[in-house]
């Protein structure tokens, strides 16, 4: 078992920028890739960004040059910075921590992300 937490949600002005931080424990060595979700009301849960133990990362075309996540292996812990944020940003941000020898993923209790126009 995995058990992601985030932080760092919160309210900005458009153009604001925000980090968010995702803090796994548990069963932390099995997991392979680490990730940021996010769902709007009304809306399905849609990819923001993804990255691999190794580094490798992929991002929604949505948010490319804006956001930019990062991994701190030996801390077990995702980032997200966000920046030049819009309001169709506005969204519950899920982290997400997936081990591939299970075929599962965790997720987290999600933050929320307010951009206020």
């Known amino acids: 078992q995995v058990q992601p937490v985030e932080s760092g949600g919160g309210l900005v002005p458009a153009g604001g920028s925000l980090r968010l931080s995702c803090a796994a424990s548990g069963s932390t060595f099995n997991i392979d890739a680490m990730g940021w979700y996010r769902q709007a009301p009304g809306k399905q849960r849609e990819l923001v960004a993804t990255?691999?133990?190794?580094?490798?990362?992929n991002y929604a075309d949505s948010v490319k040059g804006r956001f930019t996540i990062s991994r701190d292996n030996a801390k077990n812990t995702v980032y997200l910075v966000m920046n030049s944020l819009k309001p169709e940003d506005t969204a519950v941000y899920y982290c997400?921590?997936?081990?591939?020898?299970?075929?599962?993923?965790?997720w987290g209790q999600g933050t929320q992300v307010t951009v206020s126009s």
């Open positions: 997400n921590a997936y081990i591939a020898m299970y075929g599962t993923g965790y």
């Open positions: 990255i691999t133990r190794g580094g490798s990362t």
